[in-house]
């Protein structure tokens, strides 16, 4: 039973234009949103997040959008650069105490010069 | 600060063996967790800590164990691999002070044949 679900396997972009990754999860007890950006041989590294009292964090060229009553985020990254060529996993946590996060299968982006 | 280390990078074990997976931390932190990532599963919890002395379960632990006897190290254990454990082991850690936002290690890939 995937609680976190990202169904876009892969995603491609021209480079200056945005891309948009999206995220949704099943489980309503999960108040916090993360996004971790993954380079190969490398482990993820955190990205951006949001809580579920907020809809919208923005850093940057990164903006993660919450939409609870469709338990659905997605992230934007405007404007896209050849640096943000990865795999983005979008993952929820329901306690902070121990910091257990559930992660969904990740997207790969690829942005295209 | 090194971070979170992981050794080793690469390891091939034949059915049956056991061997243990080193974990290191240098930044104080109190939480310390391990995933596996396989392809189309994003990162799964096998186990997690909250403090020396305190281990608990995630989400796939069976066929390993782990101790915290320090806060810096967090080993985790196979105790008869089996190929269904080939897959990309993470090391994380994250303190309460952000809590959620985890940083990862370089991962360890096994292979078990």
């Known amino acids: 039973d995937q609680q976190v679900k990202q169904n876009s396997p892969s995603l491609s972009v021209q480079e200056g234009r945005i891309s948009i990754l999206n995220c949704d999860y099943t489980n309503s007890m999960f108040d916090y949103f993360l996004w971790y950006k993954k380079y190969p041989a490398e482990g993820p590294t955190f990205l951006i997040s949001i809580s579920s009292i907020k809809d919208k964090n923005e850093d940057g060229r990164f903006t993660v959008f919450l939409n609870k009553s469709a338990k659905h985020l997605s992230l934007h990254i405007v404007p896209s650069q050849p640096g943000d060529s990865a795999v983005y996993f979008c993952a929820a946590s329901s306690d902070a105490g121990a910091q257990k996060l559930v992660f969904g299968q990740g997207t790969r982006l690829t942005i295209n010069p | 600060n090194a971070g979170v280390t992981q050794t080793p990078k690469f390891q091939v074990l034949k059915t049956g063996q056991s061997m243990t997976l080193q974990c290191a931390q240098d930044m104080n932190h109190e939480y310390m967790s391990w995933y596996r990532q396989d392809p189309g599963m994003g990162l799964r919890l096998i186990h997690y800590?909250?403090?020396?002395?305190?281990?608990d379960q995630g989400e796939v632990p069976n066929g390993y164990n782990v101790s915290r006897s320090t806060t810096e190290d967090f080993p985790l254990r196979l105790l008869s691999a089996a190929p269904s454990q080939t897959s990309v082991y993470f090391c994380?850690?994250?303190?309460?002070?952000?809590?959620?936002?985890?940083?990862f290690g370089p991962g360890t890939r096994l292979t078990v044949t």
């Open positions: 800590s909250v403090g020396a002395g305190i281990t």
């Open positions: 994380a850690s994250g303190s309460g002070d952000s809590a959620y936002e985890q940083y």
